[in-house]
């Protein structure tokens, strides 16, 4: 990596260091020039913009910064220059996500904005503001390259060969994808004031990169062919495909370090969450695992290892005891779901079952018992599930739900193997913003009797 230039003061350029604390600095240089020149009226849109191309540097491309202001005869440039090739990518996540926001922020307060300067070496992000006669809303929130020929996008080809992850659940990655950036970005937050020993945020974000760089362009394309099922009625309520797909992934010198980078840094972030201490919730245990597995199955690959293909490693049968918590706080909530004439089941937000009416439970052929502390997806037939726990996370991460409060038709898994065709009716119970409750009115379709499922076992 080339050395960037030394700290200027006497000018409007400015050589910040790669941690967080940056984004002040940038912002104050920003604040005195603006000052100086007269601008003030751009002051609020700069030093915003600023400070989240700085944060967005710091995050993704891990190197140090050259900050640079201009004053124009008729606008105000502010530029970030870096040294990693990768580009801005903007995230489209929902409305409450914690990541993601950034480049959409910049384009919604900025004049003009792009990506220029791009070579091996790195690339330079900019924006205008003040500009007579232009205001944000008539520019589009693009982030496109002004001249990227011959460089990768993702910032650094494979050199070491290639993995292959066989039978990848494509829709739980891409929801792990959302929750994995909501974690490193709160990581390296916690970072700036409680280092994290042994934590490499550089190196695990380079392994997620990269994994989900070739996730997604396999998505993209047309091989091989889908295989399961259509994610209608899951809590993503999306239409897009949850196929499996086997992966071919480019892999790089060093790559078993970074993943194993990656496994380190996410697995500190989810101890926080689970203990509290984190603004995102922890992932579901399916998406703990298919992680785990892909990362595995890199480590194990540059090491030699012949690939072992994704087998959906859920234990949805495994009970575990309900958070007391939870029981206090919607104790009403469940007495009536216990007491209940209807058929319903009240799940939390870990997807464990909390209660049960025994009208549901006896259709089912279980006991009440029985269910409580199990999984959700105990109830949802196998080729379905990973469309749920990828729908489920990712309205977990983002807040995002198209299903509930809307009456679905969806099969429902009974206790024999067999299914059931149901009316089902979702809706959540917030008692808290970090506690909630999901209760699922299920009534089976008069008109469709019990089928037996497709390469499905009793669940006894």
């Known amino acids: 990596m080339p050395t960037p230039p030394a700290d200027v003061q006497s000018g409007h350029r400015l050589h910040l260091s790669g941690e967080m604390r940056s984004a002040r600095r940038a912002r104050a240089l920003v604040r005195e020039v ?37 004053i124009g005869p008729g606008d105000v440039r502010v530029e970030v220059r870096d040294f990693n090739p990768a580009l801005p990518v903007q995230r489209h996540y929902g409305v409450e996500s914690t990541t993601g926001r950034g480049l959409g922020l910049v384009a919604l307060v900025t004049d003009t904005h792009g990506v220029s300067d791009v070579d091996e070496h790195g690339k330079t992000v900019w924006f205008t503001v003040g500009a007579a006669g232009i205001g944000p809303a008539q520019h589009t929130a693009q982030w496109e390259p ?47 004031r409680h280092p994290v020993h042994g934590v490499d945020l550089a190196a695990a974000d380079r392994a997620r990169r990269r994994i989900s760089s070739a996730v997604l362009a396999a998505q993209a ?119 209940s004439s209807r058929r319903l089941v009240a799940a939390d937000d870990t997807n464990r079952i909390v209660a049960v009416s025994g009208p549901l439970a006896s259709t089912l052929g279980w006991s009440p018992d029985e269910l409580v502390g199990r999984r959700i997806v105990v109830l949802i037939p196998e080729r379905l599930r990973d469309a749920h726990v990828a ?51 299920i009534d089976p379709d008069p008109l469709h009797p019990p089928q037996v499922a497709s390469a499905a076992s009793p669940n006894r």
């Open 146 to 192: 002004e001249s990227a020929v011959g460089v990768s996008s993702a910032g650094d080809r494979g050199t070491g060969g290639t993995v292959q992850l066989l039978g990848m659940p494509v829709g739980l990655w891409l929801a792990a994808l959302e929750h994995h950036d909501a974690l490193l970005r709160e990581l390296a937050f916690v970072h700036v």
């Open 34 to 70: 603006l000052t100086a020149a007269g601008r003030v009226e751009c002051l609020d849109a700069a030093e915003l913009a600023c400070t989240e191309l700085v944060t967005n540097a710091v995050l993704h491309a891990h190197t140090d910064l050259v900050l640079t202001v201009r």
């Open 221 to 339: 394309s047309n091989e091989p062919p889908p295989v399961g099922a259509s994610p209608h009625g899951c809590l993503a309520g999306s239409t897009s495909s949850y196929e499996a797909r086997d992966i071919v992934l480019d892999v790089a010198e060093g790559m078993s370090a970074d993943v194993a980078a990656l496994q380190e840094a996410l697995d500190v972030v989810e101890a926080f969450a689970r203990q509290g201490r984190a603004l995102v919730r922890p992932g579901l245990p399916e998406i703990v695992a298919v992680r785990d597995w892909a990362c595995g199955q890199i480590i194990a690959q540059l090491g030699g290892v012949a690939p072992a293909p994704w087998r959906g490693r859920f234990d949805e049968h495994r009970r575990s005891a309900t958070d007391p918590d939870a029981a206090i706080q919607f104790e009403g909530v469940l007495a009536d779901v216990r007491r």
């Open 391 to 441: 729908g489920f996370t990712r309205h977990l991460t983002t807040g995002q739900s198209h299903v509930l409060g809307s009456p679905l038709a969806l099969p429902v898994l009974r206790a024999d193997g067999t299914e059931l065709d149901c009316h089902v009716l979702i809706d959540q119970i917030r008692h808290t913003p970090a506690r909630t409750l999901y209760l699922a009115a």
